[in-house]
């Protein structure tokens, strides 16, 4: 009887035992497929690629040959220069066609995230944006008919003379006669200021050396002179951010850099500019 009970707590201890180690190579089964698992949800999270951020630009589309529509399709040289900025940077840019007044407001709010539009960099904007360093040197040069003796702005007083409102245009001729001259026409755009002029409806017009060298070439067949006013102050265009957007800004400094460098932003100049003025 003894050894019968022996044999019976030897074949239950035993099964015990069993028991034990089945239990706990599937515990160690089970943790191990966990681990496996969330090894393979942490391999899986490193692989999916976040989507490189694109940084909005804007630019109005009526300002050529700085901004323009080309077969439905925003170009110009603005375009151009931003674009190679970008690529020497590496980054990514959507561009965004937009009004004036909305470029200033979208980068204020931060819907937008640059502005590229021939933007004249000026303490009082400094006050509320931060700017590139400049990529464009301009200066205002007055449009008159070809038999004109005008040979400075002076010699326009009492005239009718046509600006672009809100440029520096505008602000220079201002200047010269006082912001209540009579004589001064303001246009939502160049193009209507010109158009006026050869149909004889204002008598010059003051705008950027690079749109009038850019555009009055193609009208051979008008009559006109342009004169560089020596009164007149150098302006700078730069590119337009937020204020305190200093992570972008360095971005397109740095990418600017190097395409001032390597000779690119010469090559893009002279691809749009030819006249020189008087």
Not at 26 to 54: F, I, L, M, N
Not at 75 to 104: K, R
Not at 159 to 173: M, P, R
Request: with cysteine; hydrophobic share 40%; aromatic share 10%.
């Amino acid at each position: 009887m003894r050894i019968h009970r022996y044999w019976l707590q030897a074949l239950t201890t035993l099964m015990l035992l069993s028991l034990l180690t089945v239990g706990c190579g599937t515990a160690d089964q089970t943790a191990g497929q966990k681990a496996g698992q969330e090894s393979g949800k942490e391999a899986g999270t490193k692989q999916v690629a976040v989507p490189e951020k694109k940084y909005v630009v804007a630019m109005e589309v009526t300002f050529p040959p700085f901004e323009m529509m080309d077969k439905n399709k925003v170009a110009g040289f603005d375009v151009d220069v931003i674009t190679a900025i970008a690529e020497a940077a590496g980054f990514q840019i959507e561009i965004m066609p937009t009004g004036w007044d909305p470029l200033f407001d979208g980068i204020e709010k931060g819907s937008i995230d640059a502005g590229i539009d021939a933007i004249t960099i000026t303490d009082e904007r400094k006050k509320k944006f931060d700017f590139s360093d400049p990529y464009f040197e301009a200066t205002q040069l007055i449009m008159v008919p070809e038999d004109s003796p005008a040979a400075k702005l002076a010699d326009l007083k009492g005239k009718q003379i046509a600006v672009q409102s809100a440029t520096t245009g505008e602000v220079v001729l201002q200047k010269a006669f006082g912001k209540t001259y009579e004589g001064l026409r303001g246009y939502d755009d160049f193009l209507g200021a010109i158009e006026d002029f050869f149909n004889g409806r204002v008598d010059a017009v003051i705008a950027d050396n690079g749109f009038l060298q850019y555009f009055l070439p193609k009208m051979k067949e008008k009559k006109y002179k342009l004169l560089r006013d020596d009164s007149f102050d150098k302006e700078y265009y730069g590119i337009m951010v937020r204020k305190g957007n200093a992570e972008f800004l360095d971005k397109i400094n740095q990418g600017l850099k190097t395409i001032k460098e390597n000779g690119k932003l010469q090559e893009i100049y002279d691809k749009y500019f030819q006249q020189k003025p008087e």
